[in-house]
């Protein structure tokens, strides 16, 4: 993908993001990004590495978003490669089963973790998943969203089952995603060449408009 | 990118297996011809390794226990024949141990990769630059000749004729079995000698054809042998496009009114760009003798979108060594391996791994075992490393360091990159997480130690080399804005050290990249300039990158030496070790599963180019996925997306299929593509496998 840099024109902007999927083996992460890029659309969107990675295209606001979902392997014994997997993103999710009080501290540990590594400018979602189970919920609603106040993360609850919550949650973190972004671009005033201090794994890219649906669209990478 | 290769496959084993078996013989035919007795050795025991292996795996009954296969004679004997070859190898290497490496004389030259002369005795893996300098000047000259290739070739199969009979000869007669398989590699490389060059003569007549009145390669092979407009002769020409430039005829510039309006001619000049602009008006003066460029430039024209012409062009371009961008290829080509010399050469010769040294050579041999891919690739294959560069005849200012040896930290001031510079926090805990990974064993984490690196130049001059390499290419970068400090912080794994500064990028002048959009106004579209640089890596890398990795390999010899340990000792190690569910494998036992990505994981050393490398990783975890799903329907077919994977079960079948293939050299190897994948990838797909092959080889590697 080629681009010049340059100059920031308000139109025909459009953003790379990488996002990180987190999560325990069977807090249905899987589940959670196939309903987030197959609900609207067919198989023949999802890439060929299946749930393992997906690209979805959006349009918010005039702004052109080409998210990359990096999903990670959950397994304690894979835990000391998650760095590998994590690093340059601008977003996470980290989706805990709200049946599983495990699962939650699974993602407060990646959550130092990830603030470790990554500082602030990495965008956290906190996932409650499988809201369909409330009648077992383990984990309450008042602790999560207080822990995740407290590092700075947003909290949403989701049914992947019933398809609940999960397109409020991406949109919620691609506004977020282009806020910290523009953030960013200011705070290097407006330049596009001094890199120095650039934050890394951002791409804006200017270019041509183009003719684009609104509301998001999904593509195959 | 190309469809993964079908799960349905896996079953080609053995016949697969026998041709890496034969594709790793011959490479060991090949360096044993040319007298590079120790890698022959190894790559000879390395063949035999793998026959024995293909065979085991064939018969071992958890995957299927049908007898032996129709190829086991064949691969039996080819493991005898190899074994013979190690013995008497191994009788040499006794002798003559500890005896320095003094090449003689330039060796037969040819633009034929298969002509080398058994006299040199016991050459190093890698000739030095000054050889490659008296290489590249016959070569010049034997491009000169009025021969056709098709002629060329059927003189160097003379050549290659004689050397062979030279050496059946000398053979005792115990060595019979040696006789056979010389032999045979002698029918096989005169076989390619003559497809070679009847590509190359397909390439050669193209342009014939688009100008039948004026043949442009007419004219460029009398161009060639007068040398009419610069009296100091080819080789000084050449020798000008270094700092200087050369000169120029004010002809051209006036004439082309153009120049004027590509640079702003008011400003002052960095070196840069005065190079630029020399080396434009040398393709503007090349362009008033020749005809093919504007050919190609109207091409261009009529149909800009058509990428499959900016491929076309670059083999035609490739195939005229006057034509100044081809020139500056091989110039820079040439400055990189004058900077990579040194550091291969000083890292102990004796443990240079020896494999990779011949890949490079064998790429021809992948190129006929698969499929045929149109335009020059076949061609640029068949030039040997031996043959791809240009030296100036009064050499860079490096050559010199090169041929001493002393001045082996070269890489002058800016290489080293002020260590000692404070590291922000985080970024150092990407390093210690780096160092964590690349030897697990000693250096617990939370415990940092600050251990004497050994081979910290040789990390220096990695870099610089790096850099080099960027430079001349122009990789991604004056596209990316935020070119500085990321790479510097990726270059390999554990390979940056906390306190050790990464070199910030200066602003790249991407030298090829820009020479080439500036020379061809159509390719500057985006799609263009992707192909463009695609075309250049494939022409850039495949001399180089075998020395490139075995510099990358001496530099992560502990890591790739650990991880070998580990997959020998997990060899056999099942899919329920791996933690893997037994649903995600076959029922039907008979084949090995995930086969398909096993052979593409296989098929990633014997790639020259790192964007193929990485398309051969690619294709092998989509064929992961592929097989997954296919083995999962078959077991339950009532939940659609049961077989949908994701990296909770990718990541561990993906360390299975690294630990089947059994090839610890994956890791430089990704540590290195990791350095040339383009910026843009690593968002994508691309980076994506690659991240999970590195963190498959980390994983492996760990296992306790």
């Known amino acids: 993908m080629a681009a010049g840099s340059g100059a920031a ?133 008042q602790e999560a969203e207080m822990y995740a106040e407290s590092v700075g993360a947003k909290h949403y609850h989701t049914s992947a089952k019933q398809n609940k919550g999960i397109e409020e949650l991406f949109l919620d973190l691609c506004k977020r995603m282009i806020e910290t972004a523009q953030v960013d671009e200011r705070a290097r005033g407006n330049g596009s060449s001094q890199s120095g201090t650039a934050r890394r794994g951002v791409q804006i890219i200017d270019d041509e408009p183009q003719v684009q649906s609104s509301g998001g669209c999904c593509s195959s990478g | 990118m190309a469809a993964a290769g079908g799960g349905g496959d896996g079953g080609a084993g053995p016949g697969r297996a026998l041709q890496t078996a034969m594709r790793a013989a011959s490479g060991a035919l090949e360096m044993d011809g040319a007298g590079r007795t120790r890698e022959a050795y190894v790559e000879y025991l390395k063949s035999i390794t793998l026959i024995s292996q293909a065979l085991q795996d064939e018969a071992t009954p958890t995957e299927g226990s049908e007898g032996l296969g129709p190829n086991t004679p064949k691969m039996l004997k080819l493991a005898e024949q190899c074994l013979e070859r190690v013995k008497s190898l191994a009788a040499v290497l006794g002798k003559s141990k500890a005896k320095p490496s003094t090449p003689g004389g330039p060796a037969p030259i040819s633009r034929h990769r298969r002509v080398f002369s058994d006299e040199g005795g016991k050459l190093s893996p890698f000739l030095p630059p000054e050889i490659f300098q008296k290489l590249q000047i016959a070569e010049a000259q034997s491009a000169r000749k009025e021969l056709t290739p098709l002629e060329e070739a059927s003189l160097q199969n003379q050549k290659l004729k004689a050397a062979y009979e030279a050496r059946v000869a000398r053979l005792n007669p115990s ?79 006036t004439r082309h009114c153009d120049t004027g309006r590509r640079f702003s001619s008011s400003v002052a000049l960095t070196p840069e760009e005065q190079e630029q602009r020399e080396l434009y008006a040398a393709i503007l003066e090349y362009e008033q003798d020749h005809d093919w460029p504007r050919q190609w430039k109207a091409r261009l024209k009529r149909s800009p979108s058509d990428l499959s012409l900016v491929t076309g062009l670059f083999s035609c371009l490739l195939s005229f060594p006057e034509h100044p961008i081809a020139q ?67 050499g860079p200012a490096t050559l010199r360091n090169s041929i001493s040896g002393a001045t082996l930290a070269d890489g002058g001031p800016d290489a080293s ?114 192909q463009c640089l695609a075309c250049i890596e494939d022409a850039f890398f495949p001399p180089l990158w075998a020395p490139l990795l075995a510099l990358y390999r001496s530099v992560h010899r502990p890591q790739e030496e650990a991880l070998a340990r580990s997959m020998e000792r997990h060899r056999h190690a099942s899919p329920a070790d791996l933690g893997l569910s037994p649903r995600l494998f076959p029922t039907a036992p008979g084949r090995l599963a995930y086969g398909a990505a096993i052979e593409e994981l296989r098929l990633i050393p014997l790639e020259t180019c790192p964007r193929r490398k990485l398309d051969c990783i690619v294709r092998a975890l989509r064929s992961i996925c592929e097989c997954a799903e296919e083995y999962c329907s078959a077991r339950d077919s009532r939940t659609p997306t049961a077989g949908t994977i994701g990296a909770d079960e990718l990541l561990p079948l993906l360390s299975y299929a690294v630990l089947r293939s059994a090839l610890p050299q994956l890791l430089p190897e990704c540590c290195a593509l990791e350095e040339f994948i383009h910026e843009g990838c690593l968002l994508g797909e691309e980076g994506y496998c690659l991240t999970s092959l590195q963190s498959a080889l980390a994983f492996l590697r760990a296992l306790p």
């Open chain 2, 175 to 253: 060595q019979a079995l040696q006789k056979t398989s010389l032999t045979l590699s002698l029918q096989r490389q005169m076989m390619e000698n003559l497809v070679i060059a009847r590509a190359r003569e397909e390439t050669v007549s193209f342009p014939l054809r688009e100008s039948p009145k004026q043949g442009c390669s007419g004219k460029w092979r009398s161009g060639g042998c007068g040398c009419r407009r610069l009296p100091t002769g080819e080789g000084n020409r050449v020798s000008q496009w270094g700092l200087r430039g050369c000169r120029v005829p004010c002809r051209s510039l």
């Open chain 2, 328 to 394: 500056l290829l091989r110039k820079l080509q040439c400055a990189v391996y004058t900077r990579l010399y040194p550091a291969i050469s000083q890292s102990n010769p004796e443990a240079v791994p020896a494999a990779p040294t011949g890949l490079a050579f064998l790429s021809l041999d992948a190129g006929g075992l698969l499929p045929a891919e149109p335009g020059g690739r076949r061609l640029r294959a068949s030039r040997s490393l031996h043959c791809m560069f240009s030296v100036p005849e009064h």
């Open chain 1, 9 to 141: 024109a308000a139109g025909g902007r459009s953003f790379s993001f990488k996002v990180v999927l987190l999560g325990e083996g069977c807090v249905g992460k899987t589940s959670l990004v196939l309903r987030y890029c197959e609900n609207k659309f067919n198989d023949k969107h999802i890439t060929t590495l299946q749930a393992s990675f997906l690209t979805k295209k959006l349009n918010i606001g005039g702004k052109r978003v080409n998210l990359a979902i990096w999903d990670t392997a959950g397994q304690e014994r894979f835990h000391a490669l998650g760095p590998i997997y994590y690093r340059d993103s601008n977003g996470a999710i980290l989706v805990y089963d709200i049946t599983d009080e495990d699962s939650f501290q699974k993602v407060k540990n990646w959550v130092k973790e990830l603030r470790k590594m990554l500082g602030n400018e990495i965008c956290l979602c906190i996932v409650g998943n499988k809201i369909d189970l409330e009648k077992e919920r383990h984990v309450s609603v």
């Open chain 2, 417 to 530: 990159g002020g260590e000692g510079d404070p590291r922000s926090p985080r970024e150092s805990s990407f390093e210690d997480l780096e160092r964590f990974l690349a030897s697990p064993e000693d250096w617990p984490p939370g415990e940092p130690v600050a251990r004497p690196r050994p081979t910290a130049s040789l990390q220096e001059q990695l870099k610089g080399i790096v850099r080099d390499i960027h430079n001349a290419i122009g990789e991604g970068q004056p596209w990316h804005w935020e070119g500085g400090g990321r790479r510097g912080d990726m270059v390999g794994w554990g390979f940056t050290a906390p306190g050790q500064v990464s070199c910030v990028t200066p602003p790249f002048p991407d030298r090829l990249l820009s020479l080439t959009l500036l020379a061809f106004e159509g390719l500057s579209t985006a799609a263009g300039k992707d």
